[in-house]
């Protein structure tokens, strides 16, 4: 599904209009897609609907005319004379009177009559305003969303919760707090962007009516990953495969403290189907590794304290050049002599290779090394390392995820997964993709590393690096969205992702 500003949108506008697609057509069709999102959604009786005066405002007129004649009680008010509507949300409001004409009221002055019908309805529908907010709402507009805020409704927002920027995450000032917004032919910015995201409630996307010729023109922001596409790209499992056909991956972590981060990567990339894993990393570990990971095979390294040593790579090389894809990083410690070693690692790899936690620590003043692992690397930071790596605050990385993802990937030439809520995944081509699973179950060490394993062991199993990227982010969310069904967010643990990753594999493959 594609995320599109309110310029694209508007721009859509105008390419319908130009081909005679009417704006009365595209808001009829918007408002009936919004009743009937009501109808079928939620139990309601008596709605009130509140309108401004622009094209959102339509759309909810619309709306409230469908649900009218769908036999819901409807109150109905502007906050606009109607006089002061746009021409074609006059003609809807027009065309809502003519039907019931007791149940629209203009506004001009006080707002107790739209208070009356907050207590009155068990739904109310926001279509104060829509894509074009740039600013704090203030004056009536703002203490009608505070009315819509207070009611002891379900409330609706029409594609946008009244207040919210359209393309951007941030929060002007007052906006409404939707239980649910039925979003107008594409995902916005804000839809998907925290702390907007927070407010919008659970989120539709209807279509209003443009020709695909004409959204086919318009190139997105970005697009959202759906279990439809994750399942047509699993990397198939030829029947008479075997664990070479599936891929052998080499991991390289793990340091004293620090040896779960290296058995949870290494179980990520066997659930998702790697045929041999072999993690490599100090040989200070190998006791407990052999005895904890049985599924795959160890490899002691040269180490120094607990950690590695700067010999380990001659050691490690064999093992490199039988590897089709290599993970390095989880829990390796940012001592100077590992970063040694994964410098090496980056100018020798000839596969495709995935970055993580510290291995992406000696990039600090060597991000030209990404250079050598240019269209085969994928690196998966948080917004706080990618800081460190670009001297950018966390806060603006955050904020700006979208366009940071993007300009990061496209000049490195690598798939970078920029971790939170959403991970934004850029590719080197300069497309964004952002997956919309996940909970705050995944805020707990580890369960980055195994998202690190899932990564690694789709690329063993035949996905190229940004699909394997997109997979992976799209799993492991969707992996803690699943076991909320039975267990708290916040008592979830990463083993918990790996003991449930087969069984939500086994629903994407089917679905």
């Not at 002061?84 to 009177?97: F, G, I, P, T």
């Not at 994964?342 to 991000?367: M, T």
């Not at 993709?433 to 580890?446: C, D, H, K, S």
Request: aromatic fraction near 4%; glycine fraction near 10%.
């Amino acid at each position: 599904m594609d995320v599109l500003t309110g310029a694209q949108i508007r721009e859509l506008d105008r390419l319908a209009a130009k081909e005679g697609l009417a704006t009365e057509v595209l808001m009829e069709n918007a408002g009936q897609a919004a009743a009937d999102v009501i109808l079928h959604r939620l139990a309601v009786s008596r709605v009130a609907v509140v309108a401004g005066k622009g094209g959102n405002g339509g759309d909810a007129l619309v709306a409230a005319r469908r649900l009218h004649e769908a036999g819901i009680k409807v109150r109905a008010f502007t906050l606009s004379p109607f006089k002061d509507l746009s021409q074609v949300s006059r003609e809807k409001a027009e065309l809502l009177a003519a039907v019931a004409p007791d149940a629209l009221k203009a506004l001009p002055g006080e707002l107790t009559k739209l208070k009356e019908a907050l207590l009155w309805a068990d739904c109310a529908v926001d279509g104060l305003v829509g894509i074009g907010v740039d600013r704090p709402l203030k004056g009536r507009y703002a203490q009608a969303v505070q009315a819509i805020n207070q009611a002891s409704v379900r409330r609706v927002a029409i594609d946008l919760p009244s207040g919210l920027p359209s393309d951007k995450g941030n929060l002007l000032g007052s906006a409404v707090r939707a239980d649910l917004t039925i979003c107008m032919a594409a995902y916005k910015p804000a839809h998907l962007l925290y702390p907007a995201r927070s407010l919008c409630g659970q989120i539709e996307v209807v279509g209003v009516g443009y020709p695909r010729r004409l959204t086919e023109t318009v190139t997105p922001l970005a697009r959202v990953v759906d279990k439809d596409w994750v399942r047509d790209k699993l990397p198939p499992r030829p029947p008479a495969g075997h664990k070479g056909t599936f891929g052998r991956v080499l991991v390289i972590a793990g340091s004293i403290g620090m040896s779960g981060a290296a058995i949870l990567c290494c179980q990520g990339a066997l659930r998702t189907g790697a045929g041999r894993v072999t993690l490599a990393a100090p040989k200070a570990l190998n006791p407990i590794l052999e005895t904890t990971l049985t599924e795959a095979i160890t490899l002691p390294l040269p180490d120094e304290e607990g950690r590695l040593s700067e010999s380990a790579f001659k050691t490690v090389s064999p093992a490199l050049e039988r590897a089709d894809v290599l993970a390095v990083g989880p829990g390796l410690s940012r001592h100077k002599a590992v970063g040694q070693v994964v410098v090496e690692l980056l100018k020798r790899v000839k596969v495709p290779v995935v970055l993580d936690a510290d291995g992406l620590f000696p990039l600090k003043s060597q991000l030209k090394l990404l250079k050598e692992v240019a269209g085969r690397a994928v690196l998966t930071p948080h917004p706080g390392e990618l800081s460190r790596l670009i001297d950018r605050p966390a806060s603006e990385i955050d904020e700006e995820r979208i366009e940071v993802a993007r300009s990061f990937a496209h000049e490195h030439g690598v798939v970078l997964v920029l971790k939170g809520r959403p991970t934004a995944i850029g590719t080197p081509e300069g497309q964004v993709y952002l997956n919309p699973t996940g909970n705050t179950g995944l805020a707990t060490g580890g369960s980055g590393d195994v998202l690190t394993g899932l990564i690694t062991g789709l690329i063993a199993g035949g996905a190229s690096p940004a699909d394997a990227a997109i997979l992976g982010a799209f799993l492991h969310g969707y992996t803690a969205d699943y076991l909320v069904h039975d267990i708290a967010e916040r008592s979830i643990i990463p083993s918990d992702l790996i003991n449930a990753l087969p069984f939500v594999i086994a629903e994407v493959e089917r679905c």
